[in-house]
């Protein structure tokens, strides 16, 4: 079904930055379609913006550190008629402790949320944006993409830097299609702002 109202997606929406995108969103009369591990939180903010700015919200809870999941996002929203015009990749966490610190299960993970997920929903939405004639995607990076990479968060600045490299890319790519690109790159969010990354909203 085909909206006159343009349609959001927005990844790591059941909290932080991701939740707080769908607020302004909604507020600026968009649709929208939420996704994230935690059902009960999105539920709870979708019903929060339907009452508050008669949105309306699809909540499709995904764990995009499952391989399958964009692709199984992606084919939901084609059976439901869903066309993205704005997509937020905004799902990301850090992993703390140096590389060896941690498993390569954990880091697959990671590496998953943080730059495959975000780089393959783009890839699977963009030729719809193209072909409509419009379209914006942002990918949540951060200022740890720009500034040496600390030890401690060996892949997060890593994949933070990819992000920036990839918004600008592609927005080339994209300019005359009219699809804007872009990276947004806030500071650190965590409880000691001089040392951690953004909090996990996968």
Same mark, same amino acid.
């Given at each position: 079904?085909? /909206? $006159?109202?343009?349609?959001?997606?927005?990844?790591?929406?059941?909290?932080?930055?991701?939740?707080?995108?769908?607020?302004?969103?909604?507020?600026?009369?968009?649709?929208?379609?939420?996704?994230?591990?935690?059902?009960? =939180?999105?539920?709870?903010?979708?019903?929060? !913006? =339907?009452?508050?700015?008669?949105?309306?919200?699809?909540?499709?809870?995904?764990?995009?550190?499952?391989?399958?999941?964009?692709?199984?996002?992606?084919?939901?929203?084609?059976?439901?008629? *869903?066309?993205?015009?704005?997509?937020?990749?905004?799902?990301?966490?850090?992993?703390?402790?140096?590389?060896?610190?941690?498993?390569?299960? %954990?880091?697959?993970? /990671?590496?998953?949320? !943080? *730059?495959?997920?975000? %780089?393959?929903?783009?890839?699977?939405?963009?030729?719809?944006?193209?072909?409509?004639?419009?379209?914006?995607?942002?990918?949540?990076?951060?200022?740890?993409?720009?500034?040496?990479? $600390?030890?401690?968060?060996?892949?997060?600045?890593?994949?933070?830097?990819?992000?920036?490299?990839?918004?600008?890319?592609?927005?080339?790519?994209?300019? /005359?299609?009219?699809?804007?690109?872009?990276?947004?790159?806030?500071?650190?969010?965590?409880?000691?702002? %001089?040392?951690?990354?953004?909090?996990?909203? =996968?």
């Amino acid at each position: 079904m085909t /909206s $006159p109202r343009p349609l959001s997606l927005v990844t790591g929406a059941s909290s932080g930055i991701g939740a707080e995108f769908a607020r302004q969103l909604a507020a600026g009369g968009h649709d929208l379609v939420l996704t994230a591990r935690r059902a009960d =939180r999105m539920e709870t903010l979708a019903t929060e !913006l =339907r009452e508050r700015y008669a949105t309306h919200v699809t909540v499709l809870p995904h764990d995009l550190a499952d391989p399958a999941a964009p692709q199984m996002l992606c084919d939901t929203l084609e059976q439901r008629g *869903l066309q993205v015009d704005w997509l937020i990749n905004n799902a990301g966490y850090g992993v703390p402790g140096t590389l060896d610190a941690n498993d390569w299960t %954990t880091h697959a993970d /990671s590496l998953q949320v !943080l *730059l495959i997920a975000p %780089t393959e929903l783009a890839w699977r939405l963009l030729p719809g944006m193209r072909e409509r004639g419009h379209g914006r995607i942002i990918n949540v990076s951060s200022l740890a993409g720009h500034v040496p990479g $600390p030890a401690g968060h060996t892949l997060y600045a890593a994949t933070k830097a990819y992000l920036i490299k990839f918004s600008q890319s592609l927005a080339l790519e994209n300019q /005359s299609a009219g699809v804007n690109v872009c990276a947004l790159c806030p500071g650190f969010t965590g409880r000691n702002s %001089t040392t951690s990354p953004a909090p996990a909203t =996968r």
